[in-house]
């Protein structure tokens, strides 16, 4: 592919004399050529999903080809010896969570520099707006699992949320233990739940997140029949037990890093908290988002000079 690209530049110099049109200016052969020579350099290279003995299903993240021809359109003007501008294609892994089957998820992929929020709902609306006002302020989206009994009798609420930008999804029915019950009534449990997403809030899921964070095997494979990925958490704030909202700031800014899910409650200790929590995540170099953004094999776009990805 090498050789070919040289030698169609190289044509486009003898064009002329075949043709009798003018010929382009050297400077943009010795642009496409430069352009050629560098990209195979640049590459970096799809990492595919894989499945981890401690932690699960870890998803693939998009690798980078040098897009040639847009590259040189957009260096093919500037002055001769000027560095190269390079424009990027995202490429996909051959290997993606929908490959992986029925594995519980616990992180995102470790190479991507994005951590989110798994806001679990099961009790309470107390210390909701506070916490949606703190997500505004610094424009990020989380992810809220809504218990179904819970959603059941906070429509409204769980409506305001989603019209906040927020992702919206499945908590099971009534906050039992997954791996206790029988597949009938597990099935029941993550099902009722789904049914209210889609016919209270128009929510089109694919997160499960079991209540305590207990599940077995039959648990993810159910969810799975469902078409729902089973999430679990890299980072817990226990907020449940009231800690001190700078002690949990600490726990997230000395133990995130790329991919963690964090997982947090409607409590005082986490609203009071999160302000914190955002800006010692983002002190770190992360970019927060929801789960589905951390899950995604998307690339997180590039600041440095010199990259451009569309």
Known sequence: MFQFKRCYALALCALPLITGFSAPPLGLDAVMTRIIEEAPKKRIPPVDARVDRVWGAIPGYNGLDVDTERTYELNKNKPAGSPIQYVYNETSPSVNLDNLGAEPIYSGNPQKPMAAFMINVAWGEEFIPKILDTLDKHKVKATFFFDGSWLKKNVATAQKIGSRGHELSNHAYS????????????????????????????????????????????????????????????????????????????????????????????????????????????????????VSDVLSPKRIPAREPGLLTP
Do not use: C, Y
């Open 175 to 290: 906050h039992k233990n997954m791996s206790q019950l029988s597949k009938s009534q597990a099935l029941l449990e993550i099902s009722k739940t789904e049914q209210l997403l889609q016919t209270h809030l128009q929510v089109k899921n694919r997160w499960f997140a079991p209540p305590s964070g207990d599940f077995d095997k039959q648990t993810v494979e159910i969810a799975l029949s469902l078409k729902l990925n089973t999430v679990l958490w890299t980072l817990d704030t226990v907020d449940w037990q009231n800690p001190s909202p700078q002690s949990l700031i600490h726990k997230i800014g000395t133990k995130a890093g790329n991919g963690s899910l964090i997982l947090m409650h409607p409590t005082r200790s986490s609203s009071l908290a999160l302000d914190g929590m955002i800006q010692a995540l983002q002190h770190k170099g992360l970019h927060i988002g929801t």
